[in-house]
Every structure is written in C-alpha cells, then in structure tokens.
C-alpha cells in the first residue's frame, strides 16, 4: 500500500487549461488534487498539423497540468475512430453501429502506449493513479506491462457493455486484460458491475475489485443558478401552455427521436381541454465527423418538421429544437420553468441532466422527472416517472400523467429525489471514489 502522501495523478480525455475550471467532474477533480497535490494528464484539445513530442506544461495552480497533443492522424484513428466509432456504440448497445476501418486499433493502442512511456517518466513511487473513461481503457494494462506497480484505478464515465455484444470487438480477449489490470475498476452502476462479472472470469489474484460509484452533481451551485434570473424566464407561452424539456448532446444513445415520436404520440391523444404543452429540445451538436452522428441530426430534423406540420397551430408550434450550445445558467434557469424534464436515453452510463433538473426546481411548485429506465440514474432515482423510451405510447402516457400531477405528489417525488441527488453529489462521488483505491477493500462507507 502505498504511503498517503504521495500524489495523485489524474488521466482523463481533456486536461482543463483555463484558470479557473467549471462543470462538476473537472471542479471535483481539481478541488481533489488542490487538496492533495499531484498531476492532471490529458490531450490539449483540437488535433495539431505538428504535434509536441510528449508531455507539457498548461497553466500555472497548486498541482501541475501537462498535456500531450495529438496529431490529425491519431484524431482520426484513436479519437474519431476506435475510441468514438468502436467503443462508445459497443458500449451502449449499438454494436451494429461499430465501424471497423484499418489502423484504428492500431492508432488508439499507439495513443495508449505513448502516454504510457511519458506516465512511466513522470511517476514516482507513491503515486496513485485514476484514469478516467473509455479512451484510456489500455492503458493501466500497458503500465503493468513497462513494470509499473502504483495503485491504479479507473472509471468508466459510460455503460460497460453487455457480454454478448462484446464478441463484436475484435479486441474481445484483450478488452479482459484491460480491465483486471487495475486496483479498481469503477462504474456508474450496480448493473454495470454485474455486466463486468459476467465477462471478467479471470482476474489474477484477488485484489482487483470492480464497484459502483454513482457520479453526482454539485447542487448548492446548480440550484443558486438555477435561482437566478436567467433566460428561462423569457421562454414565451400562453397561460395555458405547459413546457417539457430536454437537454442532450446530438447523439444516437439520448434516444432523441424516440423522444419526440413520444410527444407525438402524446399530442394524438390529448383533449381539447388538456394544456397545450411545448416541447423544447436542446441538442447542441456532437461529434459531427462521424458518419453516424449525421444520420442522427438528420433523422431529428425531419422528424421535429413532420410534428410540427401534423399538430401546430398559427399560435402554437410544439417542438421547438436547438441545435446548438446554451450556457449552463441559462439552462439551470430553462429547467426551473419547465413543468416536465424529459431524460430519456437508450443507454446511458448515469445521465446527470436527470439529477440537474431536479436540484434546479422550485421546491414549493416543483416539476416531474420522466426517466428512462435504461439511464443509469434510473438505479438512484425510483421516484421519476420511470419509463420504456422505445414505447412511444408509454412515453406519451407518462406526459399526460406528469403533466396533470396534483401538487402533493409532485412535492412528495421531488422531495425524495432531492435527497437522493443530495446525499450522494460530486463530493461523496470524489471521496467515495479516492477511498476504494487508497484504503484497500471495505474502505468506502456508502459506495454502492
């Protein structure tokens, strides 16, 4: 075990470079090695024509950054390619979407295995390492392979995915190694972790743990935000109009069409006398270079255009889509006003919109929470109106309920979820997290 006092190293996808870093995972992670001191690793961001040779100071604070750039042909194999077109649809349960192309495995090993070397150079003995998600899957195992014997532990930001999807990667055996070659290996769920027992039968020894770690949202800050006046407040609608909302990166695992094929069916079903609610979709874009993620913007499009003509009026238009980005407070302010938060995905490994719109609503008139069983925010949050978002008559079924929830049990389902969302937020997540790695098994009080 080694010493408390050795520093903490963090590997993730992006490495912060402004002075002061925002969102809840990047303030957690710098607040942890603030406190403790240590390193944050990561790519510098957009690919360069001449990529530096290795690792690189960024900004100045009370731990160092440095960053490794990639070139434009490691963005096209390693990022774009096997990290986005392989693992993230095979991990989310769209292994017919997985597009294997030459040298892409070949580019993200050769990513993996360039920050190892550069790791391995900057290590010292008792270091811990955390490496966070789906692009560094490799790389505890590419360590252990250069001799390295810190504490390693890892979290997987997505869904780990199911064992009989995983035969579709050419890289099956390999993805086992890959796994049991960290300390620990943290999911979002406890499904998760049943998913990866079912396919990691031969870990080496018996120090290698596989746990739950339900991320979290910093809610003090959403919900000052969310207070605050803010562009929700200049949403127009008629007296008798109710807003649903939802908030997702353009991608095939939010579910999106599914979404407003549910709205849809919704409109088709309500009476005269019924609220004429509007929807507003927020789906700034994702990935626009992969070839899928274009089908999907398409296919929204047309689908919000054929909703639209079938159930507008000169006064009304129930889908109103953005397809762009909107600033965190103003959204904390759009999911205040909204009567229905829609989280909706097809797989999804938490889905912290979920946990955002809750901590942003009035608690004296408080919205309902719709969310698809499949996110993994669903294991925490069994007060949602909890749906199957491939059934769009379920889905319209379950608007028309929270749309006409009596207040008491609106306040009651809120209630709980607060406490939910409050008890386990972005702090017990970094702490809950850190713990399991350093202390050895049974150190984490509350982990799921």
């Known amino acids: ?49 001449v990529p530096a040779s290795g690792l690189y100071e960024v900004g100045q604070g009370p731990y160092r950054r440095l960053a490794f750039d990639l070139s434009m042909e490691e963005h096209e194999t390693y990022y774009l390619g ?3 077109s392989v693992l993230w649809p095979l991990f989310h349960r769209r292994a017919d979407l997985i597009d294997l192309q030459p040298g892409y495995a070949e580019g993200y090993l050769a990513v993996n295995a360039r920050l190892a070397d550069a790791i391995v150079a900057e290590l010292r003995p008792a270091d811990v390492l955390w490496v966070h998600d789906y692009h560094f899957l490799p790389l505890a195992a590419l360590l252990r392979a250069r001799g390295v014997k810190n504490r390693i532990g890892f979290f997987l930001h997505i869904p780990f995915p199911a064992a009989s999807d995983v035969p579709a990667l050419p890289q099956a055996d390999d993805l086992l190694d890959w796994v049991a070659a960290h300390d620990v290996f943290g999911v979002q769920t406890e499904a ?15 120090q290698q743990r596989v746990m739950a770690f339900p991320i979290g949202i910093d809610v003090d800050v959403y919900r000052e935000a969310a207070g605050r006046p803010q562009v929700g407040a200049q949403i127009h609608r008629a007296p008798d109009q109710k807003i649903c909302l939802g908030v997702d990166r353009l991608d095939y695992s939010k579910g999106l069409v599914h979404r407003f094929e549910g709205f849809s069916a919704y409109l088709d079903q309500r009476r005269s006398t019924d609220p004429r609610a509007i929807m507003v979709q927020v ?49 904390a302010g759009v ?58 008559i379920e889905m319209g079924e379950a608007i028309a309920q929270a749309l006409s929830m009596p207040l008491e049990e609106r306040r009651a389902r809120y209630a709980a979820l607060l406490q939910t969302v409050a008890r386990q937020d972005i702090h017990w997540w970094t702490q809950a997290c850190l713990a399991a790695l350093e202390d050895g098994a049974g150190a984490v009080a509350g982990a799921v």
């Open 283 to 331: 789906a700034p874009p994702s990935r626009g270079d992969v070839g899928a993620y274009q089908d999907i913007r398409d296919e929204l499009e047309m689908m919000a255009g054929r909703v639209n003509g079938r159930h507008a009026n000169f006064d009304w238009t129930p889908i109103r889509y953005l397809h762009r980005m909107v600033p965190r407070d103003d959204l």
């Open 192 to 206: 998760d972790v049943q998913r990866v027992d079912a396919l990691v039968t031969r870990v080496e020894g018996d």
């Open 335 to 392: 999911m205040r006003l909204a009567d229905v938060g829609l989280v909706t995905p097809l797989a999804d490994g938490m889905n912290l919109v979920a946990k955002e719109y809750i901590a942003a609503q009035d608690p004296d008139d408080p919205g309902v929470l719709i969310l698809s069983h499949f996110a993994g925010a669903a294991e925490q949050m069994q007060e949602a109106v909890l749906v199957n978002p491939y059934d769009s």
């Open 82 to 84: 096997y990290a986005n």
């Open 1 to 49: 075990m080694p010493p408390k006092d050795g520093r903490l190293v963090v590997v993730s996808n992006r490495i912060p470079t402004g002075a002061t870093p925002s969102g809840g995972l990047v303030v957690a992670l710098h607040e942890a090695l603030s406190a403790r001191g240590g390193v944050w690793i990561g790519s510098s961001g957009a690919p360069r024509e």
